[in-house]
């Protein structure tokens, strides 16, 4: 009996629990709120945000470098062009390498970028079929204004690193394969050191973020010149440290795209920017620009029309 009076309680029991089970799992799942609209489908919405591509009417894509971007350049010289063709140029402001890699895979019409030896590898390969030489200006190492590493006044950008490497000062490296972080791993190679530890930051990240980073961690970076005078202006406190240094050197130049890439790429347009970028009124404007702001050109004028203009010869 007794047996029997637990079995019953066991069946009970079991009853009970299914029951608890089945209610639990018979609840109505939670909707995901879409962002979609019944005029846009999430799908076509995850699309939107893609960047520019070479074919659509009246665009140019000019793939270039932050620095270019972040200096504020982009904004003084686009618009004219824009108004004296009647287009719009779609910019992508990334590192070097990464335009360079846009024009490879046939994703741009034009690229404005600045390492010397990568865009004649770029030319070498047929990826372009026209470069010409834009404008340059120059690298600088900055830091805090303490200079805990003791570099400032160094000529040599070479024998800064290694101390700043001995004293083992936070530096921030770009880390992106852009122009100046091709500068500077040269520079860490003709020093003879392999950069690694915690004082070692790679941020991937463009100049102007990079920048950021060094002044709140109060550390060092390699920074072309005209973007670190624009973030100056913005209150960046951070000190040219070192500077004038012949490795320091920063040409940047104009690419059209081989169309072989991708049929869209408009060779009409890009040799009109071209052509427009290296005339002489722009080669002007773009020795004016920064004048005004900052007491000095943020970018120095070097096309072939320019020099043969001024009767000056190439920058080595």
């Known amino acids: 009996m007794k ?63 932050t620095s270019t971007d972040d200096s504020g350049l982009l904004d003084y010289l686009l618009p004219e062009f824009e108004r004296e063709y009647g287009v719009k140029v779609d910019v992508i402001a990334v590192g070097t390498g990464q335009a360079l890699q846009l024009g490879m895979d046939g994703n741009a019409d034009v690229l404005l970028v600045h390492a010397r030896a990568k865009e004649d590898e770029f030319m070498t390969a047929q990826h372009g079929i026209r470069r010409e030489d834009v404008m340059y200006n120059d690298f600088i190492l900055v830091g805090p204004s303490d200079d805990p590493a003791g570099v400032k006044g160094m000529t040599s950008a070479a024998e800064a690193f290694k101390k700043l490497a001995d004293a083992q000062a936070t530096f921030i490296s770009r880390g992106d394969e852009s122009g100046t972080h091709t500068k500077e791993k040269s520079i860490w190679a003709k020093a003879g050191i392999e950069p690694a530890g915690e004082w070692y930051i790679s941020a991937g990240q463009g100049m102007g973020e990079v920048l950021t980073m060094a002044d709140e961690q109060r550390a060092y970076t390699l920074s072309d010149r005209a973007t670190y005078l624009a973030r100056l202006a913005q209150g960046l406190d951070l000190e040219i440290l070192v500077e004038g240094d012949p490795a320091l050197f920063n040409p940047y130049g104009v690419i059209i795209v081989n169309p072989q890439k991708n049929p869209a790429i408009n060779v009409e347009l890009a040799t009109k920017f071209v052509e427009w970028l290296i005339s002489i009124p722009v080669q002007e404007k773009i020795q004016a620009f920064g004048v005004e702001e900052f007491g000095q050109s943020l970018f120095i004028p070097d096309s072939q029309l320019w020099r043969n203009a001024q009767h000056v010869t190439p920058q080595p």
């Not at 009076?5 to 029991?13: E, M």
């Not at 629990?17 to 639990?24: G, P």
């Open 3 to 65: 047996f029997n009076t637990q079995l019953s309680l066991f069946l009970v029991l079991g009853l009970l629990l299914s029951a608890c089970v089945s209610t639990v799992t018979q609840q109505p799942t939670a909707e995901i709120p879409s962002t979609a609209t019944p005029e846009t489908p999430l799908a076509e919405q995850a699309t939107s945000e893609q960047p520019p591509r070479p074919g659509a009417a009246g665009h140019l894509v000019l793939a270039t470098t």
